[in-house]
């Protein structure tokens, strides 16, 4: 019988900046070698255009190719100083809403480091888009600077779920959820408890929850405990850097952007450029990039034959100037050239993982919205720019309530009350104060005329720089208390 010809699948490929077009050459050129059915469109993007006048660094052209494909591999993009702010990487990631940054982290032979031997490998499932990194930043006074946390219950729910999905995926048997929710109850709380919510619906998978910090100390001091770790954005991005160093660093860490329509994969390194066209620099991030990639389109074959030809090429001793610690070394062609010539065997000392393929958490496409039962405003927090003193501003703002239905409960001070005074706490003040309005009657709802009215009060002496409602969802409040609020 013959057999029909495999589908051919496109990918965009992006040569990057700096070492980028040499990683990705040695990487397409071993994929290629495997037979699997891939063709690629090739665009630009990054510091080359920028220099041509386009801010967001990447042309038209790579963004419908990237659309139109549905998958990415990627060099590393540089932003050029003094060409734009923006990151062509983050317009990327942000254009596709690629939620999820996956990276493996697993010892490999021959890449000695202080954790040889104890077999580290767990894979760190970042969110991508949310959190700090939105990059909501305010200066709400000269002096004070704000950036927004931002984490919504649907990016929780699309992450946890990916977690277990990716766990599942490659048959892994323990997820933790690292978060700050001990400090940041609300918003890194919300990953914890979505996390809590969803763990029994994977009853094949052991979940625990962990404490940023201590995660960072467990995986300094007992790595091989991880499995899968789920987390918010910024803690993603520091644990997985340094979970990458505990086996090798840059050269050996691989990453992929993984979102509803669009996956883009990349090396976690950066264009290097004091590397560029020398032959030098270690391609095994991108080719292990490569191999996550091949999975995502199916191609497990090829996926398990790129990583045996790495594990047997680092096995047979063949080292990249960055772990040859001053002894002979391979360049970046030879390196590929070793790999290629693998192609086909099999390692029997190190495992390859049997893989299954990745569920893609399904998420509706509709707005997100969350309705709880019952919600009402008990309040308002002002944020006041004054070089008044808390004894006298406090008094003012009494004032300026006089007669209505708000009542000042507190005001606070870098995150401290400070009136009325509690007695023993020595902030260093600053010229910002939240101020805390409270109904007078706590089962009303605040109104929109009584809060404009407390503004145009305010502001008739102060000067208000930021405000928050204080809201009661289900009965429980949805915002937190200064430190000495009782
Ligand atoms: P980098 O390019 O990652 O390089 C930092 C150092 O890491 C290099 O000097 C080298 O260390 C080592 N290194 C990186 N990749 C390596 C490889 N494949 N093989 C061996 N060693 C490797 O970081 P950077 O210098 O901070 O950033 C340079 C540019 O890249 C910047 O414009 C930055 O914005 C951009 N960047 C892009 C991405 C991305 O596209 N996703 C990511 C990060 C940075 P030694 O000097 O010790 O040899």
Known sequence: MVQAPAQRKLVTLIPGDG?????????QAIIEATGAPIDWEEHPAGASIFKQGLSSG?????VESARRTGVVLKGPLETPVGFGEKSANVTLRKLFETYANIRPVRELPGVITPYSGRGIDLVVVRENV???????????????AECLKLISRKGCEKIVRMGFEFARSEGRHVVH??????????????????????????????SHHI???????????????????????????????????LVGGLGFAPSANIGNDVAIFEAVHG???????????????????????????????AAEMVEHAVLLTLES?????????????????????????????????????????????????????????????IGVDVFIESELQPEVLGPSLEAATEGTVLRLETISNRGTQVYPATGGATTDCIDHWPCRFLLRDLTGDLQEGDLLALLQ??????????????????????????????
């Open 58 to 62: 990447v042309p038209r052209e790579t």
């Open 271 to 301: 264009s290097a450029p004091k590397y560029a066209g020398k032959n030098v620099i270690n391609p095994t991030a991108l080719i292990l990039t490569g191999v996550m990639l091949l999975r995502h389109l199916g191609e497990e074959e």
């Open 19 to 27: 070492i980028g077009p040499e990683v990705v050459r040695s990487t």
């Open 130 to 144: 949310e959190d700090l990194y939105a990059g909501i930043e305010y200066m709400q006074t000269p002096g004070v």
């Open 177 to 206: 959820c690292a978060t700050k929710s001990n400090i940041m109850k609300f918003s890194e709380g919300l990953l914890k408890r979505t996390f809590e919510e969803i763990a029994p619906e994977y009853p094949d998978i052991e």
């Open 211 to 245: 404490i940023i910090d201590n995660c960072a100390h467990q995986l300094v001091k007992l790595p091989e405990q991880f499995d899968v770790i789920v987390t918010t954005n910024m803690n993603g991005d520091i644990i997985s850097d340094l979970s990458s160093a």
């Open 317 to 377: 001793g063949v080292k990249t100037r960055d772990i040859a610690a001053g002894g002979p070394s391979a360049s970046t062609t030879e390196y590929t050239e070793a790999i290629l010539s693998h192609l086909g065997e099999r390692s029997t000392k190190w495992l390859v993982r049997e893989h299954h393929p990745l569920q893609l958490p399904r998420v509706s496409r509709d707005l997100a919205l969350v309705h709880p039962r019952s919600r009402h405003d």
């Open 457 to 486: 009060r305010v502001s008739q002496e102060h000067r208000w720089v930021h405000v928050e409602r204080l809201p009661v969802y289900d009965g429980e409040r949805g915002f937190t208390k200064a430190q000495g609020e009782d």
